[in-house]
């Protein structure tokens, strides 16, 4: 089982990919983080403002609001196409509000058409570290997984230049899905023309504390270490954060558009707060697959790595994690038979499924108090196939002694 942990890395992913949705499910919700509210445009103000000219005189007196209330920092999950002759005046506006407010993030989109992250061959090169250490692996992946694992953008798809000007950061929204078509993690660097480029939740961050430095250590285009400020953030080889949401959706604070715009939203919310604004509606086709289910708005998606970056808490799969991985896969075997050669062999049929269930229990408790996702069908897997293993050749032993003394007693 060892062996095809390392040479089939892709054997259960669904498998686990679903289980890991059902485990963050069953997790007791967390508070809801204190500095982060969600304005969303939900398909009631898409019906009254549209995305147009209404929509962005709307938002340009909603984000002169927002500045007035002290918060920090509002980032704009909206991309807001060149507009038409009859519309410059509405950008004007929107332009002017958001560089009056100095404080302003406007996301743009990467043009990557169809890409979904490939997962075994970037699982198989993080595994061969266990055993080839920190460059071993790279002889034989040193070609094929940069080429695997980045998606190529040809382009970026960008906001009325005058609205990206007048804001103060930006950041790409863009967001890979695995291949059950969900989203669980954020790239936090992708590469153009050979600069490693932030993502929105980064440039908010930043933003929000004072423009800390964002740091990306790469080599041979495969990322090794990123660093935001004074925290390493625990990526894989290809810059993916893992995410670990405080709960679902409802779990942040959330506001629609319209009565964010009638001035209903507690000053509290949003004195030195984050504001993110984003849609909601179909017509905006910014919502995905996440691990609490389908049509959940992108924006949401960014507001929870915002949230993993300021409290400093991630979902966590790295080296160590896949060395522990080997090593229970190793241990368990072992143990089992030395426990069913001490035991009757109706207790000795018990035995996995309690072993599998402490070790289930074992891993779920490390994933709520410390983050660490551990995956458990190679070990269950394991577990089961030594059973059958040691007994069938206990009964294979047991029934060549009963015929060895059948034969002595016709022999006599």
């Given at each position: 089982?060892?062996?095809?942990y390392?040479s089939?890395?892709?054997?259960?992913?669904?498998?686990?990919?679903?289980?890991?949705?059902?485990?963050?499910?069953?997790?007791?919700?967390?508070?809801?983080?204190?500095?982060i509210?969600?304005?969303?445009?939900?398909?009631?103000?898409?019906?009254?403002?549209?995305?147009?000219e209404?929509?962005?005189?709307?938002?340009?007196?909603?984000?002169e609001?927002?500045?007035?209330?002290g918060?920090?920092?509002?980032?704009?999950d909206?991309?807001f196409p060149?507009?038409?002759d009859?519309?410059?005046?509405s950008?004007?506006?929107?332009?002017?509000?958001?560089?009056?407010?100095?404080?302003?993030?406007l996301?743009?989109?990467?043009d990557?058409?169809?890409?979904?992250e490939?997962?075994?061959?970037?699982?198989?090169?993080?595994?061969?570290?266990?055993?080839?250490?920190?460059?071993?692996?790279?002889?034989?992946?040193?070609?094929?997984?940069?080429?695997?694992v980045?998606?190529?953008?040809?382009r970026?798809?960008i906001?009325?230049?005058?609205?990206?000007?007048?804001?103060?950061s930006?950041g790409?929204?863009?967001v890979?899905?695995?291949?059950?078509?969900?989203?669980?993690?954020?790239?936090?660097?992708?590469?153009?023309q050979?600069?490693?480029?932030?993502?929105?939740?980064?440039?908010?961050?930043?933003?929000?504390?004072?423009?800390?430095?964002?740091?990306?250590?790469?080599?041979?285009?495969v990322?090794?270490?990123?660093?935001?400020?004074?925290?390493?953030?625990?990526?894989?080889?290809?810059?993916?954060?893992?995410?670990?949401?405080?709960?679902?959706?409802?779990?942040?604070?959330?506001?629609?558009f319209?009565?964010?715009l009638?001035?209903?939203?507690?000053?509290?919310r949003?004195?030195d707060?984050?504001?993110?604004?984003?849609?909601?509606?179909m017509?905006g086709?910014?919502?995905?697959?996440?691990?609490?289910g389908?049509?959940?708005p992108?924006?949401?998606?960014?507001?929870?790595?915002?949230?993993?970056?300021?409290?400093?808490?991630?979902?966590?799969r790295?080296?160590?994690?896949?060395?522990?991985?080997?090593?229970?896969?190793?241990?368990?075997?072992?143990?089992?038979?030395?426990?069913?050669?001490?035991?009757?062999?109706?207790?000795?049929?018990?035995?996995?499924?309690?072993?599998?269930?402490?070790?289930?229990?074992?891993?779920?408790?490390?994933?709520?108090?410390?983050?660490?996702?551990?995956?458990?069908?190679?070990?269950?897997?394991a577990?089961?196939?030594a059973?059958?293993?040691?007994?069938?050749?206990?009964?294979?032993?047991?029934?060549?002694?009963i015929?060895?003394?059948?034969?002595r007693?016709?022999?006599?």
């Amino acid at each position: 089982m060892v062996l095809f942990y390392f040479s089939a890395p892709n054997a259960f992913e669904l498998f686990e990919l679903q289980l890991l949705d059902y485990r963050l499910r069953s997790r007791p919700v967390e508070p809801g983080p204190e500095k982060i509210s969600v304005i969303l445009v939900d398909e009631r103000a898409m019906g009254r403002y549209g995305l147009g000219e209404k929509f962005k005189f709307a938002l340009a007196e909603l984000i002169e609001e927002l500045t007035s209330e002290g918060v920090k920092v509002i980032a704009l999950d909206i991309i807001f196409p060149t507009p038409r002759d009859n519309e410059s005046s509405s950008s004007d506006r929107l332009s002017l509000a958001i560089h009056n407010a100095q404080c302003v993030v406007l996301g743009y989109r990467w043009d990557i058409p169809g890409f979904i992250e490939p997962f075994n061959n970037l699982e198989r090169a993080e595994r061969l570290r266990v055993v080839l250490g920190e460059h071993g692996w790279r002889y034989g992946y040193r070609e094929n997984i940069p080429q695997a694992v980045y998606p190529t953008p040809k382009r970026a798809l960008i906001s009325d230049m005058r609205i990206v000007r007048s804001a103060c950061s930006q950041g790409y929204v863009s967001v890979i899905a695995g291949l059950d078509l969900s989203v669980r993690t954020v790239p936090m660097a992708i590469s153009m023309q050979q600069h490693f480029l932030p993502p929105f939740s980064v440039s908010i961050v930043r933003k929000f504390r004072d423009n800390e430095e964002f740091v990306v250590q790469a080599e041979d285009g495969v990322v090794q270490k990123i660093v935001l400020g004074d925290r390493e953030l625990p990526v894989d080889m290809a810059g993916r954060l893992l995410l670990l949401p405080p709960g679902p959706p409802s779990s942040i604070q959330t506001y629609d558009f319209i009565s964010a715009l009638a001035g209903e939203i507690p000053s509290y919310r949003l004195k030195d707060g984050i504001v993110l604004i984003g849609v909601s509606a179909m017509g905006g086709h910014d919502n995905f697959t996440t691990s609490y289910g389908p049509n959940t708005p992108g924006v949401y998606v960014h507001a929870e790595a915002v949230h993993n970056m300021l409290d400093g808490r991630f979902l966590r799969r790295d080296l160590p994690i896949r060395r522990a991985e080997t090593l229970i896969m190793l241990l368990l075997p072992i143990i089992l038979g030395l426990l069913i050669a001490q035991v009757r062999p109706i207790f000795a049929l018990l035995l996995p499924p309690i072993i599998a269930m402490a070790l289930i229990y074992m891993a779920q408790l490390f994933l709520e108090r410390w983050g660490l996702w551990f995956l458990t069908s190679y070990a269950v897997v394991a577990l089961f196939s030594a059973q059958i293993v040691i007994l069938g050749a206990r009964l294979a032993v047991a029934d060549k002694i009963i015929r060895c003394g059948q034969e002595r007693e016709n022999s006599a």
